[in-house]
């Protein structure tokens, strides 16, 4: 199935991303399958999802831990990294912020409360498997060269659209979207001031332009291009760090990291925000010029 195969390109391909090595992928790849499969066969006939998530995160939370014991030197934290990229709601908590910036508050509240619900109950199963097993859970995860971070958005990618998404037709400009924009993210973030929302906003900024471009040439939704085009921005391990210091009760380093998820989600909303509200302006003038026209 497309979706197995998209399940392991992300679960891979994102362990690469936040640091990984060969091993990390691998196992990673193999237990973001089988999460792929508890979600295909099991979400469906379970009456909560979030006690869904509580469940599927604690099997795989298992599996990631007998991997440690059989393979030492296996990084537990990279190889959780890549696998929670598969379930993680980091778009979700973007388009949360996206709809209150936009004037739909009480959309944009319920979207937040429930990212965090999803994300909570992930934590918590990870946490107790981890617990059980005599293991520690830690999110801090070795920083990578950004060539290779570069060369692997484009199996992340891929897998993210063979995973979740409707259009999938259209699938390759989605991909040119996100290796477009992603090396304005690695510019400023080397020449800019020490900040995360710059460098998102920027890239965001592009994605956006991309995307609009492309909506109106396919006649299809910005939302099939941008939410492609900024995948490897979306804040979902920083999601699942925030929520796991908190559980830990470490305050401090959960205010950090969630200061920086929330930068991330507020530069991508904002451009999104920007570019569609010039784009509609633009849109709006236009066919008030052509009203104009018509009326003698």
């Known amino acids: 199935s497309w979706l197995y195969a998209g399940a392991l390109l992300v679960g891979a391909s994102y362990t690469v991303f936040f640091g990984g090595n060969a091993l990390d992928a691998a ?8 999460l792929c499969f508890l979600v295909l066969k099991l979400s469906d006939k379970t009456p909560n999802l979030i006690g869904f998530n509580v469940i599927a995160s604690f099997i795989i939370g ?4 007998a991997a440690g014991y059989l393979l030492p030197t296996l ?7 890549g696998i929670i990229m598969v379930v993680i709601p980091g778009l979700a908590m973007t388009n949360s912020i996206r709809d209150m910036l936009s004037g739909d508050t009480l959309a944009g509240l319920m979207r937040f409360a429930e990212s965090i619900l999803w994300t909570a109950a992930l934590v918590f199963g990870f946490t107790v498997a981890f617990m059980l097993m005599g293991l520690s859970v830690h999110t801090e995860v070795p920083a990578q060269n950004y060539l290779i971070k570069y060369a ?9 659209l063979l995973f979740d998404f409707s259009r999938r037709k259209l699938f390759i400009l989605g991909i040119i979207g996100a290796m477009i924009s992603y090396p ?3 510019l400023v973030q080397m020449t800019g001031p020490a900040s995360e929302f710059l460098p998102v906003f920027t ?5 956006a332009v991309y995307s609009e471009i492309l909506a109106h040439k396919w006649r299809v939704p910005t939302a099939v291009f941008f939410a492609v085009a900024v995948m490897p921005l979306i804040p979902g391990r920083l999601l699942f760090s925030t929520v796991n210091f908190v559980v830990q009760s470490n305050w401090a380093a959960a205010s950090e990291i969630g200061n920086t998820a929330a ?19 633009w849109e709006n003038l236009r066919i008030s010029k052509r009203v104009a026209n018509l009326v003698p």
Do not use: D, H, N, Q
């Open 27 to 34: 196992v990673s790849a193999v237990l973001s399958v089988i």
């Open 62 to 65: 298992i599996l990631v831990c």
């Open 75 to 81: 990084s537990l934290e990279t190889t959780l990294s």
């Open 152 to 160: 692997a958005v484009l199996p992340a990618t891929v897998g993210i």
């Open 184 to 186: 304005f993210y690695v």
């Open 203 to 207: 890239a965001s900024i592009v994605a």
């Open 263 to 281: 930068m991330t989600s507020l530069g991508i909303a904002t451009a999104i925000c920007i570019v569609w509200t010039i784009s509609r302006t």
